[in-house]
Structures are given as C-alpha cells and as structure tokens.
C-alpha cells in the first residue's frame, strides 16, 4: 500500500477516535454564553488594533500543523524545559494574537472557570476573526484538551517555510493528511498579513545581475527594492502579502498571482506549478468556490490531532485563591518590576493586566507571552497566518507588540525587563490549586512591595467587578432612567448584546431598525433579514409579528447571530403561522440545542415547505431531532443542512427519516462528514423512499465505496431523481464505473455533477459510453476532474449522437489544445450544447482558433466560458476574427483572465462594430491588461451598437 495513503488513513483514523467526543454544543451546558464572550472581545480588540486577525491566523497554524490543535504554541519556556516557542520559525510570533487570547481566556474564566480550553478559544478565535474580516463562517466541533508536552525542534521541522517549492509544500501537506486543493486554499489566508523583507529577498534581489524574479510583476519589485533596501540593517522592514486588500479576508490574493504580484516565492509557485495553478485560477475568479474550500481546509485542521480525555487537560484555570494563576486582562494598574518569576507593584491604580508570581513549577504550563516590540508600526495589516511577523515597509511598518493590553508603549526604567531578555511573559498556568505552604511562600515573595493581604483581597474585588463591566450585559440608558425591557437587550453585533458602554443613541438606533424589521414582516411578502445582526433578543421582538402574518411568505433570517435561545422565540408562533412557505436561519450557531428546540415547533407547523439551515454548528444529535420531526411533519418539501458537522450517525438518522417521510423533495447535505458509511446509511433510505427528487451531496468524503452504495440505492429508486449532486466526494476512475452504471439505468435524471474529483480520463470514458444509452440528462459538470484530450475526446464523440445534453461543464480540466480541436470538430455540426464552460482548460492560442472556427458554423452554442485559457492578445483576435461573420446563437461570451492587452481589446471592439447584428449581449473581459485606451475602444464600440441598432451590449473589464 502506498506510504502515503497509510500515513493518510491512520490520520484520518486518530481524527476520528478523537472527534468522536467532541461535538458542536460541547460547552452549551458547562459555559453557554463562550461563543459569544470570545466573539465580544475578539470584535473589540480587532476594531482596536487590526493586526489581530492576521496574527491568530497565523498562531492557529503553527498550533494545529505541529502535534496538532492542542494549544501546545501557548506554552512557554522555563528553565527546565524549552518549549515550542523557541524554535526559530516561532520567535516572532505576533503579539496581538496572543494579547486577543489573554483578552478571552480572561472572559471565559470569569464566566466559567476551567471549562474551557485554550485549544478550542484558538480555534474559535481563528475563525471568528475570518470571519469578521470579511471570510467565511463555518462550524467547529469542540472539546478539545490542552496538551501536555511542547517540542521545541518540531516547529522549525514541521511548518513550511517561505522557500520551499511546490513539491515540498505538497509532501508536507499531503503527510497530514491534506490534498492539494487543501494546500492551496489555506494558502489563501496569506490575504491578511505582511512578511519580512528577509522573506522575499532572494525575489527582489536574487535575479540575473542583481535584478529581480522574472516572474514578479516589474511595478512590484521595484518598489520592493525600494523600501527594502536597509533590510540587513533593518530586519523589521516588511510588506504586506497583498498588496490590493490587505485588511480583508477575499480572493484578492489569488487574483494577485496571476498578476505577478505574489510576494513569497512559495506564493507565487502556486501560479506557476501545474498541480497547484487550476485552484489559484478558480479561485481567482471564484470567491464563492473559495470561501467553502477554504472553510473546509480549516475546519479539517482545526480537527488535527486533537487531544481529550487522558491526553490532555483544560489550561488556564482562574481560581481566585490560586496565586499561580495569571490574571489575564485583570489586573492592577501601576508599574510592575521585572524580577525572574515575580512582579511587584508601585502603585494599586487600576491597569488591564498583572501577573501574581507562581509556584515552581513540575511540568509544562499554557503560558501566553508577548515578543518584546519592535520598532515600527503596522496600522492596518495583520501578521501572516505562515510566514509573517510584526514588520515595517514602505506599504507599511508595525509594532505588533505594544504595552500588554493597551498599555504606553514607553515603560518606565526598569518595566521592560532584565538583562536584554528575548520576551515578555505573560502566564496563564494549569493545575490543581498549589498547596497552602507553596502559596504562603509566594505571598511572602511578593509582600515587601505589595500592601498586606486583606488590600490583596479587596483588590481581587475590584477586579472582578472590571471583568463583569468587560463583558455583555444589560444595558440601561442612563440618560432617561429607564432600563431595558428584560426580555429585550437590543444587539447589532454577531450573537451578542450591546456592551454597557453603547451610547443611549446606538441603542436608539437599534429599537428603529427592529421597528422597521417588524414592518417589513407585517407587510412584504418576501422579507430578506440576512445579515441585519439582530441577534437573539431581537429575534424574541420580531418574532411576534410572524403570529398572526398574513403577508410574508418567504422569510430570510439568515446571518444575524441567533443562537439556540433565540429559536426559542418561534414556540408559540410558527404552530399557528400558515402563511409562511419558507424560513432560512443559515449563518447562525443554533447548535443541536436549537434544532432540537425548532424541529419540537415545527412538527405542529402546518405551512413551512423549505426550511435552510446551512452553516449552523448542527452535530448528530441536532441531525436526529430534525429527522424524528420529519417523520411526523408532512409539509416540509426542502430541506438544506449543509455546510454542518453531521456524521455517520447523523446520516443514518436522516435515512431512518426518508423510510417514513412521503413528503421531502429535495435533501442538501453538502460539506458535512458523511464518509463511506454515511453514504451506506443514506442509501438504504433513499432505497426506501419514493418522494425524493433532488439529492446535494457534494463534499461528504464519500469515496468509491460511498458513491457504489449510494448509486446502487439511486438504480433501484421507485422514485424520480432528478438531480444529483457528489463533486468533492474523492470518486476516482474506480467510483466513475458505479456512477456509469447508474447513468445507463436512470430515466428521471436530468441534472449530474461530478464536479471536483479525480474520475480522470478513464472515468470520462466511462462516464461518456454511459451518456451514449441515457436520453434524459441534460446538464453534466466534469469540472476539475483531471482530464485530458483522450478524455474529452471521448466525451466529444458522445455528443454526435446526443441531442440531450445542453449545458457541459468541463473547467479546470488540463485538456489543453488537442481536447478543443476534438470538441470543437464536433460541435462545429453536431449536439445541441447551448452553454460550454472552458475555462481554466489550458487551450492557448492554438485552442483559441479551434473555437473561432467552431463558432463560424455552430448554430446552438449561446453561452461560452473561456476563462483563463493565456488567449492573450492573439486569440482575442482570433476570436474577433469570427465574430465579424457569425453568430445569431452567441449571447455570453467570457474571456476573463486571458491576459489581454489592448490590441486584443482594439480587435474586439472593430469586430463589434462590423457586425451591429452580432448575437451577444455580454462579454466579459474582467482582470485583463487593458489600459485607459482599450477600455475607451470597448465603450465607444458599445455605443456604437446602441446607437445603430438600439441593443445593449453589458461589457465588463
């Protein structure tokens, strides 16, 4: 067996047994509100300082990808024992992202102390802070432990660093069990951030004659060389890793490479390496497409070799009568002496941190700690999540760590440190609480500076009450008297409430907008609430106006921080709401609790058709509450659970479901964690089932032994598929046979994708024999698929006899310039394909001619996709070439990311301009490399064919 498959499935086996006792509302009894408390300190030290996105990114990585999520990146060194963050690659680890843990490790503690670990408040906190920074949200399942050992050689051996190539990236990855598209899309986190010039030197620097890399964009480099000149002397100096947007989590870093403006060299080989540069072209192009990869990806490694049970512990208890634990964000304000392991006070002021010495310790702790600051400051960047640190540049410059929790960065003599010292530590140490001796002898190290221990306890006090006045409470409006109802504590942030510092006018605000939500409830037929952050207590107001609507039929709450308290709201109401045809709730961390809290309303609910519930942190057991209301509600048609944390025994809840159920129609279950056995389970309900119609299971991991079961079930179906969805289900040439077969069988189906596996060119030869005996599909996705010419050319042959398929998704297929001719010499004649997607296939110019002068006698084609194909200007002029002749078919037309300048840009506009009677009403030409005159040549051509003939032509660049 190949070694890496091994490595692979033991991993996978380790995630699973470790996975199993963790789950999406594992804190929901024992600490409630932690969601929510991490989610209120994280907005408000990143609104403060936007280096922490970036920076948490990047120590979730170091984290997870060493020994996995086990929070082991937190523990410092003593003088026993080194630890994780001595290995080089970890020196300059960004000290807002560990500032932004203190911050709600703190919270957490004083809500719940404990309880929870610093692994999951890592977790949690990478993907908060993507997601507020404009990336995805998606669910984590928690119940990680903190581990109990840190390597400080495994860092430097085991995280990829800037100058590896591609191939090292892929085996680096590819041990831990990620494909490349993992790899790829991870990489993408690189939209945040900045990297030392020392990073990219050999770039800028280390090209013929001194010169920089041919495949940096000139602009770029040269401004590089500019502001990193003084780099040996300056090692701070840095720049951001994009250059575009680098404040906010998008595609723009991917958009970046394909424009020579990646900054690392493992960046910028991304673009470059055949197994790497399909994904970076579909994500360049496809924010969507990257956003749920890398979703994904991330979910999957913060699932890394977690730790429970006997293999780890919770780190980071704050009990008060513990003097070894650290206040983290608690604490005194005053001047504190460095003095080894104490800290002493000049002053009782209140100040946001403190440290109270510890007792010697016997084992590693969970220690946060601080880099002492640099010397420059980054107003607006982050850390890199791989390789950056608190840096400067011409772009920008940084001090990434400042005084401990918003203290001056200047200290007073003797607050810095001792001896030229490399940190700062900051602990937050584990443990059971030291013995009264052991405690004694740390009050008497400490009591020569401090006021005696009565003083000790009072301002223990006054600590406690700045914590509750840190985190969300009620809010009174203090300028009138009047508290809020109790029932309501208006909120526009996330799952929260506001903080007790709102003005009276936030607040005021707040009660408009909900008054003008309720109206729109009460008086539209389509209500569209997503991303409004009403939260849960807003929800309780405006849920009132569902009781008795007559009006709204379809009702969008998706995105607005509603978590399991606020379903509560609906009881009562949607019993006796008919009305309501559709409820969407996706984007809120509703949990098991809340579907199992929902699925006991709806199962009285006589009007809802299609209920959504994608991305909202439902497990297993919130999958068998909504199952067990499915068998009893006989309404409910749609149903769309994707994107969750369901497993096998999840799936095998809903299959039970679909032997009772007569109602469903369509089941989406995309990006869970169904797996082979999953895809078992699900087979034997659909085997009993005869309603259901469309079936969306792409992203499951249902491998070839999955998909075998599933289409085994879907060939002996009573009922009429009409829709399969397995992309992304890792269905090699093998798993191809099984789906060929069930082609053949099906009289029903109309709609298949396959898209994102590797069926590769044996597969599409299946796959097209099978096509040639099926009359009823119409729309078939090959996308991303790893074929080739022989493939498509297989595929091509099909298509003479077939006259039913009309849409053919081929992109980011390597089918190169041979797979165009022979598709394109039979469509030139034959089929009857009205869209034709080819994008991303590596045609080039000679692909370019092909479909020219396919064009010139094909009578179907409406729609065509050619996207990053390198046309360049010489296949755009092809292409302009036959748009002088033909075609009274050809409506859309997509040329972006073809590298195009303004002689192609010129021959598009002239080819409009001769043929006023030319079909196409679109033409897309976004991110190209036109200048002012080829656009102005596009527009005038536009209006010119307004003019003549009064058609509009929507040209995008």
Same mark, same amino acid.
């Given at each position: 067996m190949d070694t890496h498959l091994v490595v692979v499935l033991a991993l996978l086996a380790a995630a699973a047994a470790a996975e199993a006792k963790m789950s999406a509302d594992y804190y929901s009894k024992t600490c409630p509100r932690a969601d929510r408390i991490i989610a209120d300190v994280l907005a408000q030290k990143q609104i403060s300082n936007p280096t922490t996105a970036a920076g948490v990114l990047r120590?979730?990585?170091?984290?997870?990808?060493?020994?996995?999520?086990?929070?082991?990146?937190?523990?410092?060194?003593?003088?026993?024992?080194?630890?994780?963050?001595?290995?080089?690659?970890?020196?300059?680890?960004?000290?807002?992202?560990?500032?932004a843990l203190a911050r709600a490790k703190a919270a957490l503690e004083v809500e719940c102390p404990g309880v929870v670990s610093c692994a999951d408040l890592l977790a949690v906190a990478e993907r908060d802070l993507v997601t507020m920074t404009g990336g995805p949200y998606y669910p984590l399942r928690l119940g990680r432990k903190d581990g109990l050992s840190s390597s400080p050689s495994a860092p430097d051996a085991e995280i990829p660093h800037a100058n590896l190539t591609v191939s090292r990236l892929v085996a680096v990855f590819a041990a831990k069990g990620f494909t490349v598209q993992d790899l790829v899309a991870l990489s993408g986190a690189h939209t945040l951030g900045f990297s030392h010039c020392k990073e990219f030197a050999a770039r800028i620097y280390g090209g013929s004659g001194g010169g920089a890399d041919p495949t940096m964009n000139p602009a770029l480099a040269k401004r590089l060389q500019e502001a990193c000149r003084d780099y040996r002397r300056d090692p701070t100096i840095a720049a951001f890793n994009d250059v575009m947007t680098p404040g906010r989590f998008d595609n723009m870093y991917f958009v970046n490479l394909r424009r020579g403006l990646g900054l690392l060299a493992t960046d910028q080989e991304l673009y470059g390496d055949a197994r790497t540069r399909p994904h970076v072209e579909r994500y360049a192009a496809n924010e969507t497409a990257f956003f749920a990869d890398f979703a994904r990806a991330a979910r999957r490694l913060s699932h890394h070799g977690v730790k429970n049970g006997a293999n780890g512990e919770v780190g980071g208890g704050m009990n008060l009568p513990d003097l070894r634990v650290m206040w983290l964000g608690l604490a005194a304000r005053g001047t504190m002496r460095w003095s080894g392991d104490d800290v002493v006070w000049s002053s009782l002021l209140l100040k946001p941190f403190v440290l109270i010495p510890s007792a010697p310790r016997r084992r590693h702790h969970h220690h946060l700690s601080l880099p002492t600051p640099p010397h420059r400051r980054l107003p607006s960047s982050s850390s890199s999540s791989r390789h950056a640190s608190p840096a400067s540049s011409s772009f920008a410059v940084t001090r990434a760590a400042r005084e401990l929790f918003d203290g001056s960065a200047d200290r007073p003599p003797g607050g810095v440190g001792r001896g030229g010292a490399r940190r700062r530590e900051y602990r937050v140490e584990q443990g059971e609480a030291p013995p009264a001796a052991a405690a004694a002898a740390a009050v008497r190290g400490v009591s020569p500076y401090v006021v005696p221990?009565? $003083?000790?306890?009072?301002?223990?006090?006054?600590?406690?009450?700045?914590?509750?006045?840190?985190?969300?409470?009620?809010?009174?409006?203090?300028?009138?008297?009047?508290?809020?109802?109790?029932?309501?504590?208006?909120?526009?942030?996330?799952?929260?409430?506001?903080?007790?510092?709102?003005?009276?006018?936030?607040?005021?605000?707040?009660?408009?907008?909900?008054?003008?939500?309720?109206? =729109?409830?009460?008086?539209?037929?389509?209500?569209?609430?997503?991303?409004?952050q009403f939260g849960d207590e807003g929800l309780f107001f405006l849920a009132e106006s569902l009781a008795y609507n007559k009006s709204a039929e379809e009702v969008d709450f998706s995105g607005n921080g509603i978590t399991a308290v606020g379903i509560e709201a609906f009881d009562g109401i949607l019993q006796i709401n008919t009305a309501l045809k559709s409820l969407n709730l996706s984007g809120n961390a509703i949990g098991d609790e809340g579907a199992k809290c929902l699925s006991d309303i709806l199962v009285e609910n006589v009007g809802i058709q299609k209920l959504l519930l994608n991305s909202t942190n439902i497990g297993d057991e919130g999958a068998k509450a909504i199952s067990d209301m499915l068998k009893k509600n006989k309404t409910i048609r749609t149903l769309q659970l994707s994107n969750n944390t369901i497993e096998y025994s999840g799936f095998a809840s809903i299959a039970e479901a679909l032997l009772e159920n007569n109602v469903l129609r369509s089941l989406f279950v995309n990006g869970n964690y169904g797996g082979p056995l999953g895809a078992s389970s699900l087979a034997k309900g659909i085997l009993g089932?005869?309603?259901?119609? =469309?079936?969306?299971?792409?992203?499951?991991?249902?491998?070839?032994e999955g998909v075998r079961a599933l289409m085994s079930a879907l060939s002996a179906h009573k009922g009429k598929t009409t829709v399969l969805d397995i992309g992304n289900n890792n269905i090699t040439s093998e798993g191809s046979l099984h789906v060929a077969e069930f082609i053949k069988r099906t009289k029903s189906l109309l709609w298949l994708s396959l898209y994102m596996n590797d069926i590769s060119d044996e597969g599409a030869e299946k796959v097209a024999d099978a096509l040639k005996q099926n009359k009823t599909i119409s729309t078939v996705d090959l996308g991303g698929n790893n074929i080739h010419s022989k493939g498509v050319s297989a595929i091509a042959e099909t298509l003479k006899d077939n006259s039913v398929v009309t849409t053919l998704e081929l992109?980011?297929?390597?089918?190169?310039? =041979?797979?165009?001719?022979?598709?394109?010499?039979?469509?030139?004649?034959?089929?009857?394909?009205?869209?034709?997607?080819?994008?991303?296939?590596?045609?080039?110019?000679?692909?370019?001619?092909?479909?020219?002068?396919?064009?010139?006698?094909?009578?179907?084609?409406?729609?065509?996709?050619?996207?990053?194909?390198?046309?360049?200007?010489?296949? $755009?002029?092809?292409?302009?070439?036959?748009?002088?002749?033909?075609?009274?078919?050809?409506?859309?037309?997509?040329?972006?990311?073809? =590298?195009?300048?303004?002689?192609?840009?010129?021959?598009? $506009?002239?080819?409009?301009?001769?043929?006023?009677?030319?079909?196409?009403?679109?033409?897309?030409?976004?991110?190209?490399?036109?200048?002012?005159?080829?656009?102005?040549?596009?527009s005038e051509a536009r209006d010119h064919v307004y003019e003549m003939s009064e058609k509009e032509i929507d040209i995008f660049f």
């Amino acid at each position: 067996m190949d070694t890496h498959l091994v490595v692979v499935l033991a991993l996978l086996a380790a995630a699973a047994a470790a996975e199993a006792k963790m789950s999406a509302d594992y804190y929901s009894k024992t600490c409630p509100r932690a969601d929510r408390i991490i989610a209120d300190v994280l907005a408000q030290k990143q609104i403060s300082n936007p280096t922490t996105a970036a920076g948490v990114l990047r120590l979730f990585f170091h984290d997870c990808f060493v020994g996995g999520c086990d929070a082991s990146v937190l523990v410092a060194s003593t003088a026993a024992a080194r630890s994780e963050r001595d290995a080089d690659v970890n020196l300059s680890l960004p000290g807002d992202a560990f500032d932004a843990l203190a911050r709600a490790k703190a919270a957490l503690e004083v809500e719940c102390p404990g309880v929870v670990s610093c692994a999951d408040l890592l977790a949690v906190a990478e993907r908060d802070l993507v997601t507020m920074t404009g990336g995805p949200y998606y669910p984590l399942r928690l119940g990680r432990k903190d581990g109990l050992s840190s390597s400080p050689s495994a860092p430097d051996a085991e995280i990829p660093h800037a100058n590896l190539t591609v191939s090292r990236l892929v085996a680096v990855f590819a041990a831990k069990g990620f494909t490349v598209q993992d790899l790829v899309a991870l990489s993408g986190a690189h939209t945040l951030g900045f990297s030392h010039c020392k990073e990219f030197a050999a770039r800028i620097y280390g090209g013929s004659g001194g010169g920089a890399d041919p495949t940096m964009n000139p602009a770029l480099a040269k401004r590089l060389q500019e502001a990193c000149r003084d780099y040996r002397r300056d090692p701070t100096i840095a720049a951001f890793n994009d250059v575009m947007t680098p404040g906010r989590f998008d595609n723009m870093y991917f958009v970046n490479l394909r424009r020579g403006l990646g900054l690392l060299a493992t960046d910028q080989e991304l673009y470059g390496d055949a197994r790497t540069r399909p994904h970076v072209e579909r994500y360049a192009a496809n924010e969507t497409a990257f956003f749920a990869d890398f979703a994904r990806a991330a979910r999957r490694l913060s699932h890394h070799g977690v730790k429970n049970g006997a293999n780890g512990e919770v780190g980071g208890g704050m009990n008060l009568p513990d003097l070894r634990v650290m206040w983290l964000g608690l604490a005194a304000r005053g001047t504190m002496r460095w003095s080894g392991d104490d800290v002493v006070w000049s002053s009782l002021l209140l100040k946001p941190f403190v440290l109270i010495p510890s007792a010697p310790r016997r084992r590693h702790h969970h220690h946060l700690s601080l880099p002492t600051p640099p010397h420059r400051r980054l107003p607006s960047s982050s850390s890199s999540s791989r390789h950056a640190s608190p840096a400067s540049s011409s772009f920008a410059v940084t001090r990434a760590a400042r005084e401990l929790f918003d203290g001056s960065a200047d200290r007073p003599p003797g607050g810095v440190g001792r001896g030229g010292a490399r940190r700062r530590e900051y602990r937050v140490e584990q443990g059971e609480a030291p013995p009264a001796a052991a405690a004694a002898a740390a009050v008497r190290g400490v009591s020569p500076y401090v006021v005696p221990a009565a $003083a000790v306890l009072a301002l223990s006090f006054v600590i406690w009450r700045v914590v509750q006045n840190l985190l969300p409470g009620k809010t009174k409006d203090q300028s009138s008297g009047e508290s809020t109802p109790s029932g309501i504590m208006w909120s526009f942030a996330a799952g929260s409430n506001l903080s007790t510092s709102a003005s009276f006018n936030a607040e005021k605000e707040s009660r408009k907008n909900l008054n003008k939500f309720y109206k =729109e409830i009460r008086t539209l037929k389509n209500v569209n609430m997503a991303g409004r952050q009403f939260g849960d207590e807003g929800l309780f107001f405006l849920a009132e106006s569902l009781a008795y609507n007559k009006s709204a039929e379809e009702v969008d709450f998706s995105g607005n921080g509603i978590t399991a308290v606020g379903i509560e709201a609906f009881d009562g109401i949607l019993q006796i709401n008919t009305a309501l045809k559709s409820l969407n709730l996706s984007g809120n961390a509703i949990g098991d609790e809340g579907a199992k809290c929902l699925s006991d309303i709806l199962v009285e609910n006589v009007g809802i058709q299609k209920l959504l519930l994608n991305s909202t942190n439902i497990g297993d057991e919130g999958a068998k509450a909504i199952s067990d209301m499915l068998k009893k509600n006989k309404t409910i048609r749609t149903l769309q659970l994707s994107n969750n944390t369901i497993e096998y025994s999840g799936f095998a809840s809903i299959a039970e479901a679909l032997l009772e159920n007569n109602v469903l129609r369509s089941l989406f279950v995309n990006g869970n964690y169904g797996g082979p056995l999953g895809a078992s389970s699900l087979a034997k309900g659909i085997l009993g089932n005869k309603t259901l119609r =469309e079936l969306h299971l792409h992203g499951n991991g249902f491998g070839n032994e999955g998909v075998r079961a599933l289409m085994s079930a879907l060939s002996a179906h009573k009922g009429k598929t009409t829709v399969l969805d397995i992309g992304n289900n890792n269905i090699t040439s093998e798993g191809s046979l099984h789906v060929a077969e069930f082609i053949k069988r099906t009289k029903s189906l109309l709609w298949l994708s396959l898209y994102m596996n590797d069926i590769s060119d044996e597969g599409a030869e299946k796959v097209a024999d099978a096509l040639k005996q099926n009359k009823t599909i119409s729309t078939v996705d090959l996308g991303g698929n790893n074929i080739h010419s022989k493939g498509v050319s297989a595929i091509a042959e099909t298509l003479k006899d077939n006259s039913v398929v009309t849409t053919l998704e081929l992109s980011y297929n390597p089918i190169g310039p =041979e797979g165009v001719k022979a598709l394109c010499d039979v469509l030139k004649f034959n089929g009857k394909i009205q869209t034709l997607k080819l994008g991303w296939c590596q045609i080039g110019v000679s692909g370019a001619e092909f479909v020219a002068d396919c064009l010139k006698y094909n009578t179907t084609l409406s729609t065509l996709d050619l996207r990053a194909n390198g046309l360049g200007d010489d296949g $755009a002029i092809c292409l302009a070439r036959s748009f002088k002749i033909i075609n009274e078919s050809l409506t859309s037309l997509d040329l972006g990311f073809n =590298e195009i300048r303004d002689d192609g840009a010129f021959a598009l $506009a002239q080819a409009l301009k001769a043929n006023e009677d030319l079909a196409v009403t679109s033409l897309n030409l976004a991110n190209n490399f036109f200048t002012k005159f080829g656009q102005v040549a596009l527009s005038e051509a536009r209006d010119h064919v307004y003019e003549m003939s009064e058609k509009e032509i929507d040209i995008f660049f």
